[in-house]
């Protein structure tokens, strides 16, 4: 079992930048790759970004390409997503989740799923 708990979240305006963390517990955290997806009012979930066990490949969502970015401390057991330039449709509930298979892109994809900290950013 994995428990993935994020924070960072808040009110920024556009333009600006959040951090948001992602501590994970319970088994090995680099066996498995991470991700960030989200989710806006009325809208489905969807993937933002992707790592790989070791680091050493991330994917992005291709709206995100330039302003967000990804990485993760094993030693610490936590993935970060660094966002800036943020825009208004970036705001939505953020959640950290956890693939055994790899680098994650797909919902189903996933094994474990944080319960997501808002992130809105206002004109």
């Known amino acids: 079992q994995v428990q993935l708990v994020e924070s960072g979240g808040g009110l920024v305006q556009v333009g600006g930048s959040l951090r948001l963390s992602c501590a994970a517990s319970?088994?090995?955290?680099?066996?498995?790759?991470m991700g960030w997806f989200r989710q806006a009012p009325g809208k489905a979930r969807e993937f933002v970004a992707g790592?790989?066990?070791?680091?050493?490949?991330?994917d992005y969502k291709d709206s995100v390409k330039g302003r967000f970015t990804i990485s993760r401390d094993n030693a610490k057991n936590t993935v970060y997503l660094q966002m800036n330039s943020l825009k208004p449709e970036d705001t939505a509930v953020y959640y950290c989740?956890?693939?055994?298979?790899?680098?994650?892109?797909?919902?189903?994809?996933?094994?474990?799923w944080g319960k997501g900290t808002l992130v809105t950013v206002s004109e």
């Open positions: 319970g088994r090995t955290f680099s066996i498995y790759g």
């Open positions: 790592i790989s066990r070791a680091g050493g490949s991330t």
């Open positions: 989740a956890a693939d055994r298979q790899g680098t994650p892109r797909g919902l189903n994809d996933i094994e474990y």
